[in-house]
Nanobody
Framework: QLQLVESGGGLVQPGESLRLSCAAS????????MGWFRQAPGKEREGVSC????????NYADSVKGRFTISRDNAKNTVYLQMSSLTPEDTAVYFC????????????WGQGTQVTVSS
């Protein structure tokens, strides 16, 4: 059974950083591209970033370019999202997902981790 578990969320002040982790079990991570998504209160879920199976290709939403970095460690079956220069607009529940390819269909979702940016 494909399972993804996010961690690393929390409450931070504007300008601070957080690193989210997504640990996979039940499957080998390098079979899939991996994505991070987020959903703010009252808004639809949006794509934040995606990384290819090998890690050689990444993409980002315009709103996070230059501030967020996605990476993966296939040996550890874990994907990361390093977030810096956080703003209140980044407040959301963050989800990771396994995809057949970036922008492709998802195979599994995590349960989400809350990120709150507030002074």
């Amino acid at each position: 059974q494909l399972q993804l578990v996010e961690s690393g969320g929390g409450l931070v002040q504007p300008g601070e950083s957080l690193r989210l982790s997504c640990a996979a079990s039940g499957f080998t991570l390098d079979y899939y591209a991996m994505g991070w998504f987020r959903q703010a209160p009252g808004k639809e879920r949006e794509g934040v970033s995606c990384i290819s199976r090998s890690g050689g290709s990444t993409n980002y939403a315009d709103s996070v370019k230059g501030r967020f970095t996605i990476s993966r460690d296939n040996a550890k079956n874990t994907v990361y999202l390093q977030m810096s220069s956080l703003t209140p607009e980044d407040t959301a529940v963050y989800f990771c997902a396994a995809l057949l390819y970036c922008s492709g269909p998802t195979r599994s979702w995590g349960q989400g981790t809350q990120v709150t940016v507030s002074s």
